[in-house]
């Protein structure tokens, strides 16, 4: 088993904290904002696609494979941070899917080192919304915003722009807080019902194109983010 780094050395920023307000989650940030996540902003966006889906295999199976997805993605997710916090985890063949879809990803965690954090809560008093951010970490010896994402099927990149704008606003959040540059961001997508793990990477330059996207789908949905309309 691969001895992950974890620096030290990148200084104290306050993060901030997960609070529950009117019913709704929000991050409540060291100057006493309330701030909404970057994904529940994203899941106001129509899905068409998803939709047909629906209809396509019915609300029930729907709703069965919704719940077996997000079952199977928290597991994942939860495996991949014990290991990179060098925790050791025994993997049970209780369920097959998740163990051979962490396996799958793990193979690329190893591209991973001298890690900032995991899931570390952050914030951006510039666009107004917060999140918690998978991993900070050299990927291939470049800083990376990291994130573990799992599918059913493999995805083609035009499906994946939601991705795209969370990691870069992540980014510009970190970039924000602490003022240490981003070098690129990596989405990794490790598929269930097939061998494929997915690496969709972008660098930093490409920061501005995503984030106006972002800007926009915030500024037509005001009464979810409570950003004014000011220019980006």
């Not at 997000?70 to 290991?83: D, L, N």
């Not at 990179?84 to 799958?104: A, P």
């Not at 981003?182 to 490790?190: D, F």
Request: glycine content about 6%.
């Amino acid at each position: 088993m691969k001895k992950f780094i974890h620096r030290d050395d990148v200084g104290d920023f306050e993060i901030p904290e997960r609070v529950e307000k009117d019913g709704k989650r929000y991050y409540l940030t060291p100057d006493g904002n309330h701030y909404p996540s970057i994904t529940s902003i994203l899941s106001q966006q129509e899905n068409l696609g998803l939709e047909a889906w629906k209809e396509r295999v019915g609300e029930k199976e729907a709703k069965r494979i919704s719940k077996e997805s997000a079952r199977i993605g928290t597991a994942v997710h939860q495996m991949a941070e014990f290991y990179l916090s060098n925790y050791i985890i025994k993997l049970k063949d209780e369920d097959k899917k998740i163990v051979d879809t962490f396996n799958r990803l793990r193979f690329l965690l190893g591209n991973i080192n001298n890690i900032v954090g995991l899931e570390i809560p952050l914030f951006s008093d510039l666009l107004r919304i917060a999140g918690t951010t998978d991993c900070i970490a050299e990927y291939n010896g470049q800083l990376s915003i990291i994130d573990f994402k799992t599918s059913r099927k493999p995805k083609k990149e035009e499906w994946i722009d939601d991705y795209y704008m969370q990691t870069f606003a992540y980014k510009l959040m970190f970039e924000e807080m602490t003022g240490i540059e981003i070098q690129q961001i990596v989405i990794l997508v490790a598929c269930v019902e097939s061998f494929d793990v997915q690496v969709f990477k972008k660098p930093a330059k490409d920061a501005d194109e995503w984030l106006e996207k972002l800007v926009k789908i915030m500024k037509a949905n005001p009464h979810v983010t409570g950003m004014l309309h000011q220019p980006f």
